[in-house]
């Protein structure tokens, strides 16, 4: 059964920096395979913000995080990490991992009913 935990997340200042992780196991995790950041407020739908492909390539973003933030795989920690500058306020939300046991194209990864592994969310919260 294949699992993804997130890890980081805190409180910072607006215009500071900040990363989260998210750590896949199992007994087989494929290149092809699809992990995503998603974001959630309080009040708010679960909303897309960055995603690539286990195997590494090109990541995609929201525009309200393009330019800011960072989605990269570390092979070192195998791991698939979001680095977020210049945190806004309105960025504040739980933060959850998701991966699909598939390759999705660009226009597909903000689809959340496409992923079938969730992790629980980390909270990352921005002062302004």
């Known amino acids: 059964q294949v699992q993804v935990v997130e890890s980081g997340g805190g409180l910072v200042q607006a215009g500071g920096s900040l990363s989260v992780s998210c750590a896949a196991s199992?007994?087989?995790?494929?290149?092809?395979?699809?992990m995503a950041w998603f974001r959630q407020s309080p009040g708010a739908e679960r909303e897309f913000v960055g995603g690539?492909?286990?195997?590494?390539?090109?990541?995609y973003y929201s525009d309200s995080v393009k330019g800011r933030f960072t989605v990269s795989k570390d092979n070192a920690k195998n791991t698939v990490d979001l680095r977020m500058n210049n945190l806004k306020p309105e960025d504040t939300a739980t933060y959850y991992c998701?991966?699909?046991?598939?390759?999705?194209?660009?226009?597909?990864?903000?689809?959340?009913?496409?992923?079938?592994?969730w992790g629980q969310g980390t909270q990352v919260a921005v002062s302004s």
């Open positions: 690539t492909w286990w195997g590494g390539g090109s990541s």
């Open positions: 998701a991966l699909a046991t598939a390759t999705l194209n660009g226009g597909q990864m903000p689809e959340s009913s496409r992923y079938n592994i």
């Open positions: 199992g007994p087989m995790i494929f290149n092809y395979y699809t």
